[in-house]
């Protein structure tokens, strides 16, 4: 079983940069692929990012490639997402999630795990 608990979200300008942090419970932290998600007032949640258990391997969303980096630090049990040239429109509760899937993942329903969300709002 893994616990994740997220920080790092807060109020920004457009433009800005945030990083994301969640940090995981849990000795098997490296058997699992990692995943960014996002859900917006009245949206429905959306994949962000995801990583593999090396951390060699990473997909993204299209409405985020080249803006955000997704990265994890298996010695303290810790994945970030590092967020920049933010837009009004990435305003969201931000959630962390694993898998123990084998491959990088993008639908909600491949993940066990899920942390409580960090609110990141980008003003314009």
């Known amino acids: 079983q893994v616990q994740l608990v997220e920080s790092g979200g807060g109020l920004v300008q457009a433009g800005g940069s945030l990083r994301l942090s969640c940090a995981a419970s849990?000795?098997?932290?490296?058997?699992?692929?990692l995943g960014w998600f996002r859900q917006a007032p009245g949206k429905e949640r959306e994949f962000v990012a995801s990583?593999?258990?090396?951390?060699?391997?990473?997909y993204y969303a299209d409405s985020v490639k080249g803006r955000f980096t997704i990265s994890r630090d298996n010695a303290k049990n810790t994945v970030y997402l590092q967020m920049n040239s933010l837009k009004p429109e990435d305003t969201a509760v931000y959630y962390c999630?694993?898998?123990?899937?084998?491959?990088?993942?993008?639908?909600?329903?491949?993940?066990?795990?899920w942390g409580q969300g960090t609110q990141v709002t980008v003003s314009s």
């Open positions: 999630a694993a898998t123990s899937a084998i491959s990088l993942a993008t639908l909600i329903n491949r993940y066990d795990y």
């Open positions: 849990g000795r098997t932290f490296s058997s699992y692929v």
């Open positions: 990583i593999s258990r090396s951390g060699q391997g990473t």
